[in-house]
């Protein structure tokens, strides 16, 4: 008896985990929060090659207000141009961020000064600040030692990464001038060589790493 029950633990044991869920943050304004419809998928199929992580294929998506917004480790907000919460919407937002969810913007182009306005209703107290390249987000997976990598070119400008954080830990990553999803994206549509594809997949792959591991 001793030997099946030993049995049933070593199956139960070694049986995979059941797929984790992330979702893509779906957000009134007018901006395109639907940019880049191949870039998790892709990411998530990297991830899932490359750093051990069982997500499920296909994201969901999510609005910033749903109670559903829970379920979710990670969720990613993306588009260009305006960006609108309601109070409502803020109040959810804080809610999840506080209770352990993350929150990654990645500025397609366009989203700067409407995200920094937006993020005020979700932490009135709090402000976006440029993480170090010492943060261990640059470093969960692949070592990043300059920090956010270059993927996509808009204004000349270097890539920066802010955050908000809770008791040190950081809750929403803000990744801008950098267009990390450009890089995750099919390689026909953006025609990024190689390597530079491969930058914005490791880095992608840390911060969701980060995500689930802090």
Not at 120 to 139: I, R
Not at 157 to 186: H, I, M
């Amino acid at each position: 008896m001793k030997k099946i029950f030993l049995l049933i633990i070593a199956i139960f044991c070694s049986a995979p985990l059941l797929a984790q869920k992330i979702a893509v943050l779906k957000y009134s304004g007018g901006g395109d929060w639907y940019s880049n419809p191949t870039a998790l998928p892709n990411l998530i199929e990297f991830s899932n090659k490359n750093i051990n992580t069982a997500i499920e294929k296909k994201p969901e998506t999510v609005t910033p207000g749903a109670a559903d917004i829970f379920q979710y480790p990670y969720i990613h907000m993306t588009g260009h141009g305006n960006v609108f919460f309601s109070d409502e919407e803020a109040e959810n937002l804080r809610k999840y961020l506080l209770s352990g969810g993350f929150l990654h913007i990645d500025d397609n182009y366009g989203m700067n000064e409407y995200i920094r306005k937006e993020l005020k209703k979700v932490f009135p107290e709090k402000a976006l600040t440029e993480l170090s390249a010492d943060h261990p987000v640059f470093s969960t997976s692949y070592k990043f030692p300059n920090g956010l990598p270059k993927i996509h070119e808009h204004d000349n400008k270097p890539p920066q990464a802010f955050g908000l954080f809770e008791n040190e830990r950081l809750v929403c990553l803000f990744t801008y001038e950098s267009d990390l999803g450009d890089g995750w994206e099919n390689p026909e549509i953006h025609n990024d060589p190689e390597e530079v594809r491969l930058k914005a997949l490791r880095m992608g792959a840390n911060i969701l790493k980060y995500a689930f591991e802090n």
